[in-house]
């Protein structure tokens, strides 16, 4: 297997349910790394988000934030695009779920923060930001700072159940997605972005194909991006429709499954240390 690229979600891919990568991961994507590997992490994380990558890797390879529609350079700390929303389409697809989900309530990132509808976040999960600013569709400080992702959560239905009742009204407005196990939480994006097709452009202007390209996911919005590289790896800890898109499978997040198959991939090669 001949690969240059290597693309990995973070939450249930790398990062374990402590919130914590473990010393064998991070040797995996260091070796990985001075083995000549391009290292691009793709989350759905916010860039807000991203501490636990810098304290783990330091200043190490590039991330694509929200669902891909943010790429962000680690290596220099700056901000270099993003696709955004028009608020007008947020608008149409608010009262979309809200016609299937009535108690449904939204919250909105953007390129500088997190705006927030009232009854969206508990008061521990407020605690926890920095910042609280008020979610307003109409406002022009959320036509300023860009919309990146647009959130639906319900108190009623699971996140498929959730996803189901809306994403076919939704298609036409925004790309719909989830990724979280312990919350009903849908992510929308800008309609034409995904996972995959920000780490394709991301690989096209390394010269990479996607035949050099191994990625590793667990949840919903992994499926592209599993489906276009290829060697897509899902997480035998993960989504089971992350199990079905994947041409291949990892041990879980629990058992290193990213750093096991890394260093499996840099053995065949003589690339790791006690190899060379």
Known sequence: MEVRLVASDLDGTIIRADGTISPRTIEAFRHAREAGMHIVFVTGRPVRWLEPIRTAFGHLGAVICSNGAVLYDLET????????????????????????????????????????????????????????????????????????????????????DFMAAVAQDLGHLVSVTHSAFDVSLLEMAHVDVNKSVALAAYAADLGIDPGEVVAFGDMPNDLQMLAWAGHGYAMASGHRSALD????????????????ILEGILAAHGQLPGDR
């Open 245 to 260: 898109a994947a041409a291949y499978r990892a041990p879980g997040v629990e058992d290193d499954g990213v750093a096991c």
């Open 77 to 160: 700390e700056r901000l270099l695009g993003a696709e955004t929303i028009e608020p007008d389409l947020l608008i149409e697809a608010r009262r979309i779920i809200l016609r299937a989900e009535p108690g449904a309530t939204f919250a909105a990132e953007t390129t500088r923060g997190l705006h927030l509808e009232p009854g969206f976040a508990d008061s521990a999960e407020t605690a926890r930001l920095d910042t609280v600013n008020t979610l307003d569709l109409r406002s022009a400080a959320l036509r300023e700072e860009g919309v990146v992702k647009f959130l639906a959560k319900s108190r009623t239905r699971n996140s498929d």
